[in-house]
């Protein structure tokens, strides 16, 4: 499954060796609940092997669109089972930042449209 969600990053971490053979980096977007920014979503990812580097250009407040799958693994240890989900980022694209909602309407003057030709003549 597939997923996309826009966001500004917050955290940046650094990429980690787990193992000889493995690597992850994981960062935190922080996305705008619209109705009420009290209630804004904080989503970890974890990039791994060769998407670690996806990161690398990007900063702290950069606006990302995130393509991610989620996993989920079971782990068993001393009788016990737990299970666990990871959101596992494999594209991310920097997006033009949002104005806020407050933020006023762009102006313009009326001499910047352009007359309208003979042809464009509306009949009503």
Known sequence: MNFEISGNIIVK??????SASFKKRE???????????????FIKFQLTQDRCNLLDPLQVGDNIKVSF?????KWEKDGRVNYFSN????????????????APAPSF?????????PEEDLPF
């Open 27 to 41: 960062f935190v977007i922080e996305v705008v609940n619209e109705r009420n920014s009290d209630w804004n979503d």
């Open 69 to 73: 799958n989620i996993r989920g693994r």
């Open 87 to 102: 959101l596992e980022a494999w594209r991310i694209e920097k997006e033009e930042a949002a104005l806020p909602p407050d």
């Open 109 to 117: 003057n009326e001499a910047d449209i352009p007359p309208a030709g």
């Open 13 to 18: 971490e650094d990429t980690q060796d787990i």
